[in-house]
């Protein structure tokens, strides 16, 4: 029978210790108030490097006269790019395929043919002649399949629009603490976003390009992009 108060009396010794620990933990009542905002940073820039989608798609009876074609065709492609000026650091393969085309509709199922697929991208400036680019391409065996725009000088730009976003957060930071008549103290973390990639592809252009007859090269009109840059920051609020 004495158990029992033994044991309640140490719980109860216990009790104040617990609770002191809970009022002095981070992030409970007695921490100090902190403001978390985002800041951002725009500008809008005329592009000055463009890059261009191609394909090389050739179906033929056998695999080895797919791929002997598509690597002509190819070749014709990126010997018309670097006659055009583009240079050879400037044109990559970003996709090789070779595949059988199925008859699905004959039981059991036949390789009627086989598809090589080469993709290849060419960056080139000034902006003003990639529609004679992408005409020359076509003209020599390739499907041209979107572009993507840019700015050469991009990452002093970003590096620039980086600042400007820490000083929006700031300014920001200092009308919500003037709001709850309270001062900015030290400054406790900050976080950048990612970048949004800049490619637009024109897909919808494809087809007109590729049109047999189409010798005009088309005009392309990149228009302006946008450059963001967005933080997230977090200040100590202090008494006024």
């Known amino acids: ?22 009022e002095n933990a981070p992030g409970t009542a007695g921490a100090p108030p902190t403001v978390a905002v985002v800041g951002q940073a725009n500008e809008e820039v005329k592009p000055d490097v463009a890059t261009i989608s191609l394909s090389i798609e050739v179906e033929k009876p056998t695999a080895a006269e797919a791929s002997n074609e598509n690597a002509r065709r190819a070749e014709a492609v990126i010997a018309a790019l670097s006659a055009a000026g583009v240079a050879a650091k400037d044109i990559a393969t970003v996709g090789l395929t070779l595949y059988p085309v199925w008859n699905n509709q004959s039981q059991p199922r036949s390789v009627t043919a086989y598809r090589a697929v080469n993709r ?15 005409a020359q391409a076509v003209q020599n065996g390739a499907e041209y399949k979107g572009v993507g725009f840019d700015v050469s000088d991009r990452e002093a730009r970003e590096d620039a629009l980086r600042t400007k976003a820490v000083e929006n957060a700031a300014r920001r930071a200092e009308l919500y603490a003037r709001g709850a008549s309270m001062k900015l103290g030290p400054l ?23 049109a047999p007859g189409a010798s005009i090269p088309p005009p392309i009109e990149p228009g302006l992009i946008t450059l963001t840059e967005t933080v997230s920051a977090s200040w100590a609020l202090t008494p006024p």
């Open 1 to 22: 029978m004495n158990a029992v108060p033994a044991l309640l009396a140490a719980a109860l010794a216990f009790a104040p210790v617990a609770v002191a620990a809970e």
């Open 120 to 134: 290849l991208a060419a960056r080139a400036q000034p902006i003003e002649k990639i529609g004679a680019l992408i």
């Open 188 to 210: 406790q973390a900050i976080r950048a976003d990612a970048a949004q990639p800049l490619f637009r592809p024109l897909m919808e252009t494809a087809r007109a390009v590729g």
